[in-house]
């Protein structure tokens, strides 16, 4: 009779996922791949979407996606090294990445800083300083940080309006008031929301929160009275209404989906990108997706987001400290946000923003910003209970 070898015994207890090299749990591994999967389908998509629009400027067509790629490379090693880094670090680089994106933010609206901080399409957003860098993504990983280590200080006073929400509200209204002057309200409501996220999940109460909306209010219906922005609220309001005027975007951007049908018109096929849909490599890049890939293609890349942002929430469940679960919860409340948003403008669900889509839409600055968070979700999901980094 034949001895049973060890092999041929059943397991006991519950089954477990092989090491995947990054941490003995799977969540780090997922990252890293779904990262891959949206960032090499976003560079394919971003070639497809830019090309026609690089021509039209007299350089190559593949000017946009090498420019990306570049921004890929370098987002790429720095999320390598923020996920080797213990995630604990980033505590002690909380004021600094606050006063660094202030200091940023401020050389954007100075009136004698043209030079480095040139107007674009109406807005100073961006610095040019050998490289250019746009401060409000810098900001928005520095609210994460900064506000992350500050919660943890705050837990016991969060009873008290003024010692609990007092120093957030002072940090985040800086911040947010340099951002909404460039002009970038889109930007500033997305710093916002990832402060009060933040700090709700560390145990806010919600009536402070209540209270400070109905005093923000009225601050925040001024600023949507803005001519260009009042136009967009109203195209959103009846989103057809002016076709040929402010409706435009709104219009071909549905035509893209609209054309895309199940299976869309395929890989490079699509015509809104020859003029007819403005930023369709940036802002609307998820309306070339719905005309080049269709409903299938729509389906497949919601799915790719919910799953990276169901495993970011995970990795947040799983943290060893507070700290590192707040970490988690802004780094993934940072693409499902943008997410959510681009392709809620795309749709014509929400008013036009001029929010990139993480990963894919044209743009280093977010790309990079977007690539580092992703490491440091990467480095908490390391320390986690059976993670690499926790047995060291």
Not at 265 to 277: P, S, T
Not at 332 to 357: D, F, R
């Amino acid at each position: 009779m034949r001895m049973a070898r060890p092999m041929d015994i059943a397991p006991v207890g519950p089954a477990r996922l092989p090491d995947s090299g990054l941490g003995r749990g799977w969540e780090a591994a997922a990252v890293m791949g779904l990262t891959l999967l949206v960032l090499s389908f976003g560079l394919v998509t971003l070639y497809s979407a830019s090309s026609v629009f690089a021509l039209s400027q007299g350089v190559s067509d593949t000017f946009y996606v090498v420019r990306q790629g570049a921004g890929a490379i370098v987002g790429l090693a720095l999320l390598v090294f923020c996920a080797w880094m213990p995630y604990r670090y980033w505590a002690l680089l909380a004021w600094p990445l606050v006063i660094v994106s202030v200091g940023m933010l401020i050389l954007c609206v100075l009136p004698w800083t043209y030079g480095i901080a040139p107007e674009i399409n109406g807005a100073r957003r961006w610095l040019r300083v050998g490289v250019t860098i746009q401060p409000s993504e810098v900001a928005k990983i520095a609210i994460i940080v900064w506000s992350s280590a500050m919660a943890v200080r705050k837990v016991p006073h969060f009873k008290s309006l003024r010692r609990g929400l007092g120093p957030f509200l002072a940090v985040w209204g800086l911040v947010i008031g340099l951002v909404t002057m460039a002009p970038d309200l889109s930007t500033a409501l997305v710093v916002a929301t990832l402060g009060v996220v933040i700090v709700f999940s560390a145990g806010a109460r919600v009536a402070h929160f209540v209270f400070l909306g109905a005093l923000v209010t009225p601050v925040l219906y001024l600023l949507l009275r803005a001519p260009y922005r009042w136009e967009r609220i109203k195209v959103f309001g009846g989103q057809l209404a002016d076709p040929a005027g402010a409706g435009y975007q709104v219009k071909q951007s549905l035509i893209g989906f609209g054309s895309g049908g199940v299976y869309g018109v395929g890989f490079g096929e699509g015509q809104q990108k020859h003029g007819f849909l403005p930023e369709a490599h940036n802002d609307f890049i998820f309306a070339m997706i719905g005309e080049e890939w269709g409903f299938v293609g729509i389906v497949m890349v919601v799915g790719v987001y919910a799953a990276l942002v169901l495993v970011g929430f995970r990795i947040a469940s799983r943290a060893p400290d507070l700290f590192g679960e707040l970490l988690a919860i802004g780094c993934t409340s940072l693409i499902a946000v943008q997410a959510t948003l681009h392709m809620a403008v795309g749709l014509a669900l929400a008013p036009a923003t001029g929010l990139a889509l993480p990963l894919m839409s044209y743009g280093r600055s977010n790309l990079i910003i977007t690539l580092i968070a992703l490491g440091i979700l990467i480095s908490v999901a390391r320390t986690a209970p059976g993670g690499k980094a926790a047995h060291v």
